[in-house]
């Protein structure tokens, strides 16, 4: 899947393009964000993250995520690794430059990578037709819970084609700047699915995602897979 995202109704200045690979016992995810236009003259930002996991009674348990993201003037590095005991381990450098509230080996025990999450969201939609799902997620720094829930299905903007649709909710627990911390809604999105792929797979073609650094939307330019190939925006 390649995504082009923009700056709330402002221009394009990022690419996102994410594989999923999936067999019976396992499954693997590989993204990499890069930006363009004056956001890379500016920012510079190249991030990968690959994670791979087990698949248990038809749960996706990931058992290792690496994070690499250099940008101009500070390379960022993350490792988590997955036990199966649910006790979760995390390295990364350098250190948050701001005071933090750190996520505990408590609050870590059980969570999930958030590539892994908007797998879990995709395949429980595609079995049961809702959106209603909590995950407990923690990405290295920050831990936090999302949660899904349905909006009244729709058409995706620009093309009128049948969607359904998520609302998400981002609830800061641990990990954010001292003064953005605390267990609220901090942060909101919506997000557009639909089947263009052979079987019940169910494919993201739209999220926005509001935030307290503005608001961005990612709308799906390409998709192959299933002996599909499918292009709606260059």
């Given at each position: 899947?390649?995504?082009?995202?923009?700056?709330?109704?402002?221009?394009?200045?990022?690419?996102?393009?994410?594989?999923?690979?999936?067999?019976?016992?396992?499954?693997?995810?590989?993204?990499?964000?890069?930006?363009?236009?004056?956001?890379?003259?500016?920012?510079?930002?190249?991030?990968?993250?690959?994670?791979?996991?087990?698949?248990?009674?038809?749960?996706?348990?990931?058992?290792?995520?690496?994070?690499?993201?250099?940008?101009?003037g500070l390379d960022l590095y993350t490792r988590i690794d997955y036990g199966a005991d649910g006790v979760v381990t995390a390295e990364v450098t350098p250190p948050p430059a701001q005071p933090?509230?750190?996520?505990?080996?408590?609050?870590?025990?059980?969570?999930?990578?958030?590539?892994?999450a908007y797998l879990v969201l995709a395949r429980h939609l595609a079995r049961r037709g809702?959106?209603?799902?909590?995950?407990?997620?923690?990405?290295?720094?920050?831990?936090?819970?999302?949660?899904?829930?349905?909006?009244?299905?729709?058409?995706?903007?620009?093309?009128?084609?049948?969607?359904?649709?998520?609302?998400m909710s981002r609830y800061r627990i641990a990990g954010f700047p001292a003064e953005h911390s605390g267990n609220e809604t901090a942060d909101q999105g919506i997000l557009w699915f639909a089947r263009p792929l052979p079987g019940d797979l169910m494919v993201p073609v739209r999220f926005e995602f509001a935030s307290e650094l503005g608001r961005f939307t990612a709308e799906l330019a390409e998709?192959?897979?299933?002996?599909?190939d499918l292009r709606f925006a260059e």
């Open positions: 899947m390649r995504f082009e995202v923009f700056g709330g109704p402002g221009p394009h200045f990022m690419t996102l393009t994410a594989t999923v690979d999936q067999w019976s016992e396992g499954y693997s995810i590989a993204a990499v964000a890069e930006t363009r236009g004056l956001a890379d003259l500016f920012l510079g930002l190249h991030s990968k993250l690959d994670v791979r996991g087990r698949v248990a009674a038809g749960a996706f348990l990931p058992q290792a995520m690496r994070a690499e993201t250099p940008r101009r933090i509230a750190a996520a505990t080996p408590a609050q870590m025990r059980g969570t999930i990578d958030q590539l892994t809702s959106c209603a799902l909590t995950l407990a997620v923690f990405d290295g720094r920050r831990h936090y819970d999302l949660s899904f829930t349905d909006a009244p299905p729709g058409a995706l903007p620009g093309t009128g084609d049948a969607a359904q649709v998520c609302r998709l192959r897979g299933r002996g599909a």
